[in-house]
Structures are given as C-alpha cells and as structure tokens.
C-alpha cells in the first residue's frame, strides 16, 4: 500500500517561498505518476503540478507557473514543491497524491489513488 506524508507547511509572508515535501514510500509502480493538489477554504480540491517518476513534469496549473518547481529528493527520497513569490491566493492546504500507470496516463484530470493529509500553507498579505 502506498503512503504519502507532506510536510513543511507554515506561514510565510507574500512574496516569500516555501518548500514543501512529500514522503512516499510502498509499491513504486503504483506512485510512478505523482501530484500536488491544493485546496483553499470554501473552494474545490484543484491540481497544483503532475510528475512522472523519471519522467518530469507533465502538467502545471496557470496560476503557478514560473513561481513553483518540482524535484525528486532522492537523498530524502522525498518530492519536493519549491513555491517561489507567494501570494496570499495560494493559501491553501495542500496534498501530495499518486497512482500508477503509464506516463501516457499520467496527466491533468486523471484520478489518483493515494493521497497524503495534507499540510497548510498560509500566505500572510
């Protein structure tokens, strides 16, 4: 079975960045494709980033592009989000995912399997 632990969420000011990390660890064939997801109060569960293990991003969101990068941590073996000049907008929790499949399958829509608690981010104004 797999299991996801984010972590590294926290307060930061606009403007700032944030690390955050997801742990996985279980079947790796079944967490080849991996996601961050976020969700702000009183409003739907949105993608954030799509990966595929070895075989890099796949999809971004709009709002997020060209302020957050992915990395695979492997000393830690960790997924890393790194958000660059935040904004209060992106106040959110936010949720590390995976499922596994082909890096075809891998992409913007598709239902994950397995899903971390999720750690908050709150971006002060």
């Known amino acids: 079975q797999v299991q996801l632990a984010e972590s590294g969420g926290g307060l930061v000011e606009t403007g700032g960045r944030r690390t955050l990390s997801c742990a996985a660890s279980?079947?790796?064939?079944?967490?080849?494709?991996m996601g961050w997801f976020r969700q702000a109060p009183g409003k739907e569960r949105e993608e954030v980033i799509i990966?595929?293990?070895?075989?890099?991003?796949?999809w971004y969101a709009d709002p997020i592009k060209g302020r957050f990068t992915i990395s695979q941590n492997n000393a830690k073996n960790t997924m890393d989000l790194q958000m660059n000049s935040l904004k209060p907008e992106d106040t959110a929790i936010y949720y590390c995912?995976?499922?596994?499949?082909?890096?075809?399958?891998?992409?913007?829509?598709?239902?994950?399997?397995?899903w971390g608690q999720g750690t908050q981010v709150t971006v002060s104004s």
């Open positions: 995912a995976a499922r596994g499949g082909s890096w075809s399958s891998c992409r913007s829509g598709v239902e994950f399997d397995f």
């Open positions: 279980g079947p790796t064939d079944s967490r080849k494709c």
């Open positions: 990966f595929y293990i070895g075989g890099g991003v796949k």
